[in-house]
């Protein structure tokens, strides 16, 4: 249990650190990293965001959070652009933060303070978020894409949206959530969805991500089934980003 004076206290005192976990392609080559926060908490050690997040949404904490983190990668990006121009770095934002104005205006003075290619940066949206406010949603997204930013829908396959839906909004990326990864080889209908989102997504022209790729076997079905990239713990777990230049570096 999180108290209020606990959080408050974290984010006064700098305690949040930002990870980051490579998106790679399917030669193992990272493209990029999602953003992934962790609490240096300095009694109960590191803290996983899915303990304090929700916390942090109904205390109202959430916006100052992803700010933080969206800032951090910001950072990040003109840190890691000289050891790979193309990189991508993706920063979830909670569902009550994303449509709110306030975000926008902090997004886009990063873009001013920061001189990159917005396209460099991609938000993750879960795709529950996107269908429980789709007219605002709609919106939102379309501002950013405006602005250059990329969009991606986070564990997709978990909701109700259609691939007939999204095409017709300016998403870049489609996430599919690990659920569907975790038992390939050995679950048919796994392979079956997955197969079956994989190259739907291709045919609208998405950039198709696998998270929670865990083993040999789930990079290969994915490979053969022409999966653009993969994320997951086969590769590497969230890394302090300090990390990151060692990792890219070694793959030139
Ligand atoms: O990092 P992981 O290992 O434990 O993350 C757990 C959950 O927390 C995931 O659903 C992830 O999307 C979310 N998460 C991680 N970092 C952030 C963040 O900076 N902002 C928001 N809103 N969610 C995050
Ligand atoms: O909801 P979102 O997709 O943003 O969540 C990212 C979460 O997935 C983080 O908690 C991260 O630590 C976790 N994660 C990343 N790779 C793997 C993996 O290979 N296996 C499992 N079980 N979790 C993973
Ligand atoms: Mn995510
Ligand atoms: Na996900």
């Known amino acids: 249990l999180y108290l ?26 990272t493209k990029g990293f999602e953003s992934l926060v962790r609490w240096d908490h300095p009694e109960r050690g590191i803290i996983s965001p899915a303990e304090f997040i929700p ?15 969206l800032e951090a990668s910001f950072r990040q990006l003109k840190v890691l652009e000289p050891h790979h121009p193309e990189i991508v770095i993706s920063v979830n934002i909670s569902s009550t933060h994303f449509t709110k104005h306030s975000f926008l ?8 303070k920061y001189p990159i290619n917005p396209n460099r940066l991609e938000l993750e949206i879960t795709e529950t978020l996107l269908m429980e406010n789709m007219n605002e949603g709609r919106e939102v997204i379309n501002t950013i894409k405006q602005m250059g930013v990329r969009i991606a829908i986070d564990d997709f396959g978990t909701g109700y ?16 959530d690990r659920v ?6 050995d679950s048919e209908s796994d392979k079956q969805i997955s197969s079956v ?4 997504a291709k045919q609208l022209n998405f950039t198709v991500v696998a998270e929670g790729v865990e083993t040999l076997a789930q990079l290969n079905f994915l490979k ?7 994320q997951g713990f ?6 302090a980003s300090h990390k990151a230049i060692i990792m890219l570096e070694s793959e030139r």
């Open 180 to 185: 569907f990864i975790k038992d390939i080889p």
């Open 4 to 29: 209020e004076s606990e959080i408050r206290h974290g984010l006064e005192q700098s305690q949040f650190t930002l990870y980051l976990q490579p998106k790679v392609n399917m030669d193992g080559m």
């Open 234 to 239: 086969y590769f590497s777990k969230p890394i």
């Open 197 to 200: 989102i994989i190259f739907l």
């Open 55 to 69: 916390a942090m949404e109904s205390m109202g904490f959430i916006s100052q959070l992803d700010n933080w983190i």
């Open 105 to 112: 205006v902090f997004l886009n003075e990063c873009l001013q």
């Open 161 to 176: 949206s259609s691939l007939s839906y999204l095409k017709n909004l300016p998403v870049d990326t489609l996430k599919i």
């Open 224 to 230: 053969d089934n022409h999966c653009d990239q993969a």
